[in-house]
């Protein structure tokens, strides 16, 4: 059995910017602090930033410009 290859990743920097703060962030996401600390430390994986992005009424491309040549979804 092979290894799963890694998702590409984003930086949650742009998020934690416009949020000025990790918990007011990770309340916006649903999710806990140590979570966001993890993404803010190791990247988004692709297939979370979608989720992410419309949990704060974004579209994952107006948060991450690259979002669609990394999800491969560069046609929409």
């Known amino acids: 059995m092979s290894p799963r290859a890694r998702q590409p990743r984003v930086s949650l920097e742009p998020l934690v910017q416009r949020y000025g703060n990790v918990s007011i962030l990770a309340r916006a996401l649903g999710v806990d602090r140590a979570q966001v600390a993890h993404w803010r430390s190791d990247g988004v994986p692709i297939e979370s930033a979608d989720r992410i992005a419309i949990a704060v009424g974004r579209h994952p491309a107006e948060v ?13």
């Open 64 to 76: 991450w410009p690259e979002w669609y040549r990394l999800s491969g979804d560069e046609a929409a």
